[in-house]
């Protein structure tokens, strides 16, 4: 579980043509740098929240392993606290602006990039389920401020 301000680690899993087979590609870091709760006005947008608070986190994505690997955020963030259960929290809100996360980064390239999301209330977790090969364990989670 990361905070802001800290960082860690996941393994890019890929499989064979079949879907089969995974295996470690190659290993990114994550920094969290910002979690800031906004309004749909500071990221110029009329439209209001789904579950009920916009957050802008900042990330910086590096590869740090030997091989390239993709970050794609978008439908493969869930936000959940105590009561909730896990909700789809991406949006397309902040789209274009600054540097896009979600894509291919060669061994030693790093993007730092926001994406507001949609979370039910201020706290609970942030998940990222960016695995592929079946994965039941998220590739990293940050715990949003209250």
């Known amino acids: 579980m990361l905070k802001v301000g800290e960082k860690g680690t996941y393994d890019v899993i890929e499989t064979d043509e079949y879907g089969e087979n995974p295996a470690v590609a190659t290993q990114m870091e994550v920094t969290v740098k910002e979690a800031k709760y906004v309004t749909p006005a500071e990221v110029d947008t009329t439209n209001e929240p789904t579950l ?8 910086t994505v590096k590869n740090i392993g030997t091989k390239p690997g993709d970050f794609s955020g978008y439908g493969l963030i869930k936000w959940e606290n105590d009561d909730t259960a896990a ?5 397309l809100e902040g789209v274009g602006e600054g540097a896009s996360l979600d894509v291919s980064y060669k061994p030693g390239q790093s ?3 926001s994406m507001v999301l949609d979370v039910g209330a201020k706290g609970g977790t942030l998940t990222y389920w960016g695995g592929e090969g079946g994965s039941d364990e998220p590739m990293f989670s940050v715990e949003l401020p209250s």
């Open 52 to 59: 009920g608070q916009y957050v802008r986190l900042t990330l």
């Open 87 to 91: 909700q789809d929290a991406t949006t």
């Open 111 to 113: 993007v730092t990039g």
